[in-house]
T-cell receptor, first 113, second 118 residues
Framework: DSGVTQTPKHLITATGQRVTLRCSPR?????VYWYQQSLDQGLQFLIQ???????AKGNILERFSAQQFPDLHSELNLSSLELGDSALYFC????????????FGQGTRLTVV | AQTVTQSQPEMSVQEAETVTLSCTYD???????LFWYKQPPSRQMILVIR??????QNATENRFSVNFQKAAKSFSLKISDSQLGDTAMYFC???????????????FGQGTILTVHP
């Protein structure tokens, strides 16, 4: 158990809909990262939050947004969903500073039908 | 921009044998970390081993060791005494603290599917 909790584990929704994925980081970790794993794009970094503020952005679509709340949990919002958004979405957390590794949650499997 | 390349989409090995997975990367940074992650069928991303670029000594973790060639920008993973439980997708990953974003922002390779046969 990495200590990072993601909910839900599975999500099936229709095209055009909006969903919210939730992540609770390890206790004490201030940084949260979101990754997307798909067959055609592989594992891609989407966005990072540090202590409530956006810190880095990767290949995140404009239809996607994220936030980190005062209790440090994070949510990834995916809207106007398309079939191509079907993927495994990972959250990871890390402590700030040198020699820190990212601990991954078990992922949310999103299927858009 | 950093890139990570794994040129072996699939590998197989017999139980108890040794296998080496290849990874090359490209960066202009001098201070960085390299990782190998394992993703078994459960989908969980599990850190296998980590190498700091400033360390010349190759990292080892039990049956797992790396061959880090900084000048060649090569970072291979050797698995000794392979076990059935080693069957998984293995990802090479790179991170740097450029810009002070901390080390959790990872660039991954495409992955190598390793199958260990009994």
């Amino acid at each position: 158990d990495s200590g990072v909790t993601q909910t839900p584990k599975h999500l099936i929704t229709a095209t055009g809909q909006r969903v919210t994925l939730r992540c609770s980081p390890r206790s004490g970790d201030l940084s949260v990262y979101w990754y997307q794993q798909s067959l055609d794009q592989g594992l891609q970094f989407l966005i990072q939050y540090y202590n409530g503020e956006e810190r880095a952005k990767g290949n995140i679509l404009e239809r996607f947004s994220a936030q980190q709340f005062p209790d440090l949990h994070s949510e990834l919002n995916l809207s106007s969903l398309e079939l191509g958004d079907s993927a495994l979405y990972f959250c990871a957390s890390s402590a700030q500073g040198m020699n820190t590794e990212a601990f991954f949650g078990q992922g949310t499997r999103l299927t858009v039908v | 921009a950093q890139t990570v390349t794994q040129s072996q989409p699939e590998m197989s090995v017999q139980e108890a044998e040794t296998v080496t997975l290849s990874c090359t990367y490209d960066t202009s940074e001098s201070n960085y970390y390299l990782f190998w992650y394992k993703q078994p069928p459960s989908r969980q991303m599990i850190l296998v081993i980590r190498q700091e670029a400033y360390k010349q000594q190759n990292a080892t973790e039990n049956r797992f060791s790396v061959n880090f060639q900084k000048a060649a920008k090569s970072f291979s993973l050797k698995i000794s005494d392979s076990q059935l439980g080693d069957t998984a997708m293995y990802f090479c990953a790179f991170t740097t603290n450029a810009g002070g974003t901390s080390y959790g922002k990872l660039t991954f390779g495409q992955g190598t599917i390793l199958t260990v046969h009994p």
